[in-house]
């Protein structure tokens, strides 16, 4: 589809959240045809709540550890990444860029080769795509190949007002174009406080609602800490990595 790009007018209570963040950016919407103009105001105005795109592309060097579990150390202007996990007392870390989806992986301390590594990378661009969106979805709303449209007004299950985006994808966008999400962003915070996940956009009841509460500033930008589950995701934005961290398996980041 052809993207569209509209010039936004977004919410003044949304602009007065955030204390005068510049204005939205109009060149940063690039969503499919049939996207709802007042449903492109609300996530522009989301993201200034959240710190505004210039704080966004300032952010270099994230880290986070999904749900307690997988770790991740991201570079977001090379698009390298570290990727590390344990299962049943063996560690694997996957080194790969995001882009090319070229790198190297090691099993236990021995680096994969072959069928291995291909395998390994490959599962590992999936977990990556995965659990960076659950970091960073509501800045990427406005994205190519989704289709975002006001679905109206709803409370979260924590009982706060919020309007809500229902949000699709075109064919051939990440790994499972069929899912839907219904995004809820609070009306007086102008952020993002929940999620409802649809495995497939014809479903008409989630398979789950997630929320995304108690926001905190880290660097520049804001992110949700809290997705459930009471589990800390040690998230972090850092002025640099150690040297080495996105190409030697040996180098520590703490």
Same mark, same amino acid.
């Given at each position: ?28 919407? *690039?969503?499919? =045809? &049939?996207? #709802? ?7 522009? @105005?989301?993201?200034? %709540? ?48 995001? *882009?090319?989806? =070229? &790198?190297? #992986? ?7 080769? @072959?069928?291995?590594? %291909? ?52 064919? &051939? ?82």
């Amino acid at each position: 589809m052809k993207p569209i790009r509209l010039v936004p007018v977004f919410f003044l209570v949304a602009v007065l959240a955030v204390g005068g963040a510049a204005l939205a950016d109009p060149s940063r919407v *690039h969503v499919n =045809e &049939g996207s #709802a103009e007042r449903a492109i105001e609300i996530a522009q @105005a989301t993201v200034q %709540a959240m710190g505004g795109w210039e704080a966004v592309d300032a952010t270099r060097f994230v880290s986070w550890k999904f749900f307690g579990r997988r770790q991740h150390y991201w570079d977001r202007h090379t698009g390298d990444i570290r990727i590390e996990t344990e299962s049943d007392g063996i560690s694997t870390i996957i080194l790969m860029n995001i *882009h090319t989806k =070229e &790198g190297r #992986a090691f099993k236990g301390g021995v680096e994969l080769e @072959a069928d291995e590594l %291909a395998e390994t990378l490959e599962g590992g661009h999936q977990t990556w795509i995965n659990d960076a969106y659950w970091m960073f979805m509501p800045y990427k709303l406005l994205d190519p190949g989704v289709t975002l449209t006001y679905a109206g007004e709803k409370s979260t299950v924590g009982g706060n007002d919020a309007w809500v985006l229902d949000l699709t994808f075109s064919d &051939g966008v990440g790994y499972t174009p069929q899912n839907r999400y219904q995004v809820y962003v609070g009306k007086e915070s102008g952020l993002v406080e929940q999620w409802d996940f649809f495995a497939d956009a014809s479903m008409d009841e989630p398979n789950f609602a997630s929320p995304w509460n108690d926001w905190k500033m880290f660097g520049r930008i804001k992110l949700a800490t809290n997705h459930g589950r009471d589990l800390d995701w040690k998230i972090a934005v850092h002025d640099a990595f150690p040297p080495g961290l996105l190409t030697d398996p040996a180098v520590v980041a703490e």
